[in-house]
């Protein structure tokens, strides 16, 4: 079982990856015409949202141990009042 250090580094790698997928479909887009344009405007579109995913998913992962907890990903700050004290 890898620990979340470790797959950090696995996340940098892979946006790493869809960076290069990101320049190559925007240097074909430049050339395109007509549907392969629209193609690629939806292919650009999709590559960015992922590589967005991507680099939060690293910074997650990253400092999960070390970084100060905010509440965005736990529940650290919900409240739930007691039954008994509504009444």
Do not use: I, K, N
Request: aromatic share 6%; net charge positive.
């Amino acid at each position: 079982m890898a620990t979340l250090r470790e797959l950090s580094a696995d996340y940098r790698d892979a946006a790493a990856r869809l960076r290069m997928g990101l320049d190559e479909a925007r240097a074909a887009l430049g050339a395109a015409e007509g549907a392969a344009q629209s193609a690629l405007e939806g292919r650009v579109r999709l590559l960015e949202g992922m590589l967005r995913e991507m680099r939060e998913l690293r910074r997650l992962t990253e400092g999960y141990y070390t970084r100060p907890r905010d509440g965005t990903y736990t529940a650290a700050h919900w409240y739930a009042p007691r039954r008994d004290s509504l009444e």
